[in-house]
């Protein structure tokens, strides 16, 4: 079942890659007391999520603070090294982007919003989403109904959800 907006985030942690290594972000933590937009997609240097998706939070990504929102977070199913060299070559961080890994899936699994095609490597991917949450809590969340598009899950179609 997908998450729906009113839905607390289920709790878990997502991976980023530091000085010594792979650590984990506890999404709790992360989202407590907050209103971060996060959104996913279904692979770092993926057509759709290079070209289109990335592009339009780091575009967005000053609107979106003047608007109250404390983080923009990127999630994918990755392991944190292609999500931290997806980062150094889109300059993500710079534009105040934090990406942040799933490495198993389990984030995206308990939030419903996996899918999978094998033929192309896929397996529990991250569906193409868009979602505002405050204090833990889905308050808007946009997906997207077709394979290679991103509309719904831009960011200026979610900012202007704010």
């Not at 000085?19 to 959104?39: H, I, Q, S, W, Y």
């Amino acid at each position: 079942m997908t998450i729906e907006i009113g839905a607390e985030l289920p709790s878990g942690n997502l991976m980023k890659l530091g000085e010594n290594g792979p650590e984990p972000v506890d999404v709790a933590a992360l989202t407590k007391g907050r209103k971060v937009v996060l959104f996913g997609l279904p692979g770092a240097f993926t057509g759709t999520c290079t070209s289109a998706h990335l592009p339009s939070f780091m575009r967005t990504a000053e609107a979106f603070r003047t608007k109250g929102v404390d983080e923009i977070i990127c999630m994918s199913v990755n392991d944190p090294w292609v999500m931290d060299a997806w980062d150094k070559s889109m300059g993500a961080s710079e534009a105040g982007i934090t990406m942040l890994a799933d490495p198993a899936g389990d984030l995206t699994m308990a939030m419903g919003l996996d899918f999978s095609a094998p033929v192309v490597g896929f397996v529990n991917r991250t569906r193409r989403f868009a979602a505002i949450v405050e204090d833990g809590v889905i308050q808007a969340l946009n997906e997207e109904t077709e394979r290679g598009v991103c509309d719904r899950t831009a960011g200026e179609t979610l900012l202007e959800a704010i």
